[in-house]
Protein backbone atom coordinates (compact mmCIF):
# COMPACT_ATOMS: atom_id res chain seq x y z
CA UNK A 1 0.00 0.00 0.00
CA UNK A 2 1.51 3.43 -0.88
CA UNK A 3 0.94 6.23 1.46
CA UNK A 4 2.27 9.69 1.11
CA UNK A 5 5.54 11.65 2.29
CA UNK A 6 6.01 15.13 2.11
CA UNK A 7 10.02 15.85 1.88
CA UNK A 8 11.85 19.56 2.81
CA UNK A 9 15.53 20.01 0.91
CA UNK A 10 17.26 22.45 -1.04
CA UNK A 11 15.96 23.43 -4.14
CA UNK A 12 19.04 23.11 -6.18
CA UNK A 13 18.49 19.53 -4.97
CA UNK A 14 15.30 19.69 -5.93
CA UNK A 15 16.01 20.92 -9.66
CA UNK A 16 19.07 18.26 -10.16
CA UNK A 17 16.76 15.45 -9.16
CA UNK A 18 13.96 16.24 -11.31
CA UNK A 19 16.49 16.65 -13.98
CA UNK A 20 17.93 13.12 -13.24
CA UNK A 21 14.44 11.92 -12.70
CA UNK A 22 13.24 13.16 -16.59
CA UNK A 23 16.47 11.67 -17.74
CA UNK A 24 16.17 8.03 -16.52
CA UNK A 25 12.65 7.91 -17.05
CA UNK A 26 11.98 7.61 -13.12
CA UNK A 27 9.67 9.59 -10.95
CA UNK A 28 10.95 11.06 -7.58
CA UNK A 29 9.29 9.06 -6.23
CA UNK A 30 10.46 5.69 -7.27
CA UNK A 31 14.15 7.14 -7.21
CA UNK A 32 13.81 8.27 -3.26
CA UNK A 33 11.84 4.29 -2.32
CA UNK A 34 14.86 2.64 -4.37
CA UNK A 35 17.40 4.93 -2.25
CA UNK A 36 15.35 4.26 0.98
CA UNK A 37 15.09 0.70 0.64
CA UNK A 38 18.98 0.18 -0.02
CA UNK A 39 19.52 1.94 2.94
CA UNK A 40 17.21 -0.54 4.89
CA UNK A 41 17.78 -4.15 3.24
CA UNK A 42 20.22 -6.34 4.69
CA UNK A 43 23.63 -6.02 3.11
CA UNK A 44 25.48 -8.95 1.03
CA UNK A 45 29.00 -9.44 1.30
CA UNK A 46 29.60 -8.31 -1.97
CA UNK A 47 27.74 -5.15 -2.00
CA UNK A 48 30.58 -2.89 -1.91
CA UNK A 49 31.97 -4.51 -4.94
CA UNK A 50 31.23 -1.98 -8.11
CA UNK A 51 30.27 -3.92 -11.39
CA UNK A 52 33.38 -3.56 -12.67
CA UNK A 53 35.62 -5.45 -9.99
CA UNK A 54 32.98 -8.19 -10.02
CA UNK A 55 33.56 -8.66 -13.80
CA UNK A 56 36.98 -9.15 -13.82
CA UNK A 57 37.27 -11.04 -10.31
CA UNK A 58 38.51 -14.40 -11.48
CA UNK A 59 40.66 -13.34 -14.75
CA UNK A 60 44.06 -13.46 -12.59
CA UNK A 61 44.52 -16.77 -10.84
CA UNK A 62 46.12 -16.32 -7.70
CA UNK A 63 49.10 -18.88 -8.82
CA UNK A 64 49.70 -15.75 -11.16
CA UNK A 65 49.47 -13.31 -8.21
CA UNK A 66 52.00 -15.67 -5.95
CA UNK A 67 54.68 -15.26 -8.94
CA UNK A 68 53.92 -11.89 -9.83
CA UNK A 69 56.86 -9.11 -8.85
CA UNK A 70 55.84 -5.52 -9.31
CA UNK A 71 58.52 -4.40 -8.74
CA UNK A 72 60.89 -6.45 -10.71
CA UNK A 73 57.99 -5.40 -13.28
CA UNK A 74 58.82 -1.67 -12.84
CA UNK A 75 62.47 -1.82 -12.71
CA UNK A 76 62.30 -3.96 -16.18
CA UNK A 77 59.62 -1.19 -17.57
CA UNK A 78 62.10 2.32 -16.83
CA UNK A 79 65.13 0.71 -17.30
Given at each position: ??????????????????????????????????????L?????Q??????????L???????????????????????
Amino acid sequence: MDSKLTLKMDSTVIGSIKEYAANNGKSISKIVEDFFRSLTSPKKQNDNISPLVKELSGIISEKDLQNLDYTDYLEKKYE
